[in-house]
């Protein structure tokens, strides 16, 4: 897997640096996803089903519902990724999360089924980005009414992840 450098300020907006900024900047974006995702399995697989279910506050995710929003935001970022890789200049609209988490099921199915979709999606993530050349990581369009970079999108994946799991540690396992 080759190197892909992580985006600098003006690649991606302002907001996306929390994510990003939790990715180290040692250019293995693709062995960071493939790592990322077996922790979070593994760390998924040793919480009790019945707190899989649990929210900490009101209106708050359950971790179902969490994991079925890091898949979504994958797609979504995946699909930005292939278009503006691909030279599309269609300015993309942005889209609801709370709309998507609140239609997603999550809840509804097993935490195996959500596991194997979100392995299926990491799968074609990866081969997505293995197969961009160094011209198309620099590429950019518009998303949701910012510019974006290829490789910021990746780097957006991967922390995203991050950040999300992070939250699952500090507020359904900590305090719940």
């Not at 040692?26 to 899989?52: C, F, M, T, V, W």
């Not at 691909?86 to 609801?96: A, I, N, Q, S, Y």
Request: aromatic content about 10%; hydrophobic content about 35%; glycine content about 6%.
């Amino acid at each position: 897997m080759g190197i892909i450098l992580k985006p600098q300020a003006g690649e991606f907006p302002a907001y996306a640096s929390m994510y990003i900024d939790l990715i180290p900047n040692d250019g293995r974006l693709l062995q960071h996803l493939e790592h990322n995702y077996a922790s979070s399995r593994k760390l998924i697989q040793s919480i009790p089903e019945g707190k899989l279910y649990y929210r900490y506050a009101e209106g708050k995710w359950t971790i179902k519902e969490i994991l079925v929003h890091i898949i979504d935001d994958e797609r979504i970022y995946a699909y930005r990724a292939l278009r503006f890789a691909r030279k599309d200049k269609t300015e993309l609209p942005g889209f609801e999360q709370e709309d998507y988490a609140a239609n997603s099921n999550a809840n509804g199915r097993s935490i195996e089924s959500i596991l194997h979709e979100f392995e299926t999606v990491r799968k074609s993530t990866i081969s997505l980005f293995e197969n961009f050349t160094e011209e198309m990581f620099s590429r950019s369009g518009i998303a949701n009414g910012n510019n974006v970079s290829v490789r910021a999108l990746g780097y957006h994946i991967a922390g995203h992840e991050k950040h999300h799991v992070n939250i699952i540690k500090d507020r359904y396992l900590l305090e719940g």
